[in-house]
Antibody
């Protein structure tokens, strides 16, 4: 059974860079039609999609975060990672890594496997 | 403000049928399929309905989804106490080139 596990610091200082890694087990990150991505949820608020990546390296980003975000994949380690620069308190959230199924034109696109989430607090 | 619009709350008594609406636009729901996620308190969201009306293995048939034009609905029949959760709709947005979510609906079972 596919499992995703987030790892990274739980506390980041304002203006610094948030870095998280998601390790995929029980399946290959190089599977066709599956995308790997990040979603976050600020305390008491709803879900916000951040970015996704295909094993080939093709990426999509949330336009509201695009200037500060990068996502990368390491197929040899079955991992993918998120970097968010110049963080502020507004970036405090639970960060989930997830697998999504997507058809070629994204007509079908759904998040079918979620990690448990990791809490990241931005504070000095 | 979320791109997709959901009512912030809904409620029902055990055994009742409740529906949750999700309104979007031509670039998201109008062009692509809709998915629903259930988030029980304190845990990660779970895929509940995909591709407008499909249920993943293990999801009871009490849960059903539908879509018409730029709107979608989630229906829960035979409401049970364990259905108390937050429900989110989501879809791919062709203009934003990414996933958009509704703001979530908190369902209370009275």
């Amino acid at each position: 059974q596919l499992q995703l596990l987030e790892s990274g610091p739980g506390l980041v200082k304002p203006s610094e860079t948030l870095s998280l890694t998601c390790t995929v087990s029980g399946g290959s990150i190089s599977s066709s039609n599956y995308y790997w991505g990040w979603i976050r949820q600020p305390p008491g608020k709803g879900l916000e999609w951040i970015a996704n990546i295909y094993y080939s390296g093709s990426t999509n980003y949330n336009p509201s975060l695009k200037s500060r975000v990068s996502i990368s994949v390491d197929t040899s380690k079955n991992q993918f990672s998120l970097r968010l620069t110049s963080v502020t308190a507004a970036d405090t959230a639970v960060y989930y890594c997830a697998r999504s199924y997507g058809s070629n034109n994204y007509y079908y696109y759904y998040i079918d496997v979620w990690g448990k989430g990791t809490t990241v607090t931005v504070s000095s | 403000q979320s791109v997709l619009t959901q009512p912030p709350s809904a409620s029902g008594t055990p055994g009742q049928r409740v529906t949750i609406s999700c309104s979007g636009s031509s670039s998201n729901i109008g062009s692509n399929t809709v998915n629903w996620y259930q988030q029980l308190p304190g845990v990660a969201p779970k895929l509940l309905i995909y591709s407008n009306y499909q249920r993943p293995s293990g999801v009871p048939d009490r849960f059903s989804g539908s879509k018409s034009g730029t709107s979608a609905s989630l229906a829960i029949s035979g409401l049970q106490s364990e259905d108390e959760a937050d429900y989110y709709c989501g879809a791919w947005d062709d203009s934003l080139n990414g996933v958009v979510f509704g703001g979530g609906t908190k369902l209370a079972v009275l």
